[in-house]
């Protein structure tokens, strides 16, 4: 009932920037939270940043300074403005909507959190 669709990836060099785009889609009605995590080979994942619906926003400090989450709540859309990217910032990008109310017209819904596919971000000369 509802997807998160992920953007905007690829390979950049050091110093460079990118822009990921995530959009949920479904019968939504509310979003309290989305944010971005990424995971690199061996690693855990861990929490980049997130925005709220009121638009509070929280970083991890290894990006902070260099990312910009914003959110656009009409559109159900989710923005990360990477800069000045490291090899270190290479890892998979997963888009994160937490708390999603949604209705179907035939009266099913519910509340949940979702996740989306990923995608690849690689800083390298």
């Known amino acids: 009932q509802v997807q998160l669709v992920e953007s905007g990836g690829g390979l950049v060099q050091p110093g460079g920037s990118l822009r990921l785009s995530c959009a949920a889609s479904g019968s939504i009605f509310s979003i309290q939270a989305m944010g971005w995590y990424r995971q690199a080979p061996g690693n855990q994942r861990e929490l980049v940043t997130f925005?709220?619906?009121?638009?509070?926003?929280n970083y991890a400090d290894s990006v902070k300074g260099r990312f910009t989450i914003s959110r656009d709540n009409a559109k159900n859309t989710v923005y990360l403005q990477m800069n000045s990217l490291k090899p270190e910032d290479t890892a998979v990008y997963y888009c994160?909507?937490?708390?999603?109310?949604?209705?179907?017209?035939?009266?099913?819904?519910?509340?949940?959190?979702?996740w989306g596919q990923g995608t690849q971000v690689t800083v390298s000369s």
């Open positions: 925005i709220t619906k009121d638009g509070t926003t």
């Open positions: 994160n909507a937490e708390r999603v109310g949604w209705e179907t017209p035939d009266g099913r819904g519910g509340i949940g959190d979702y």
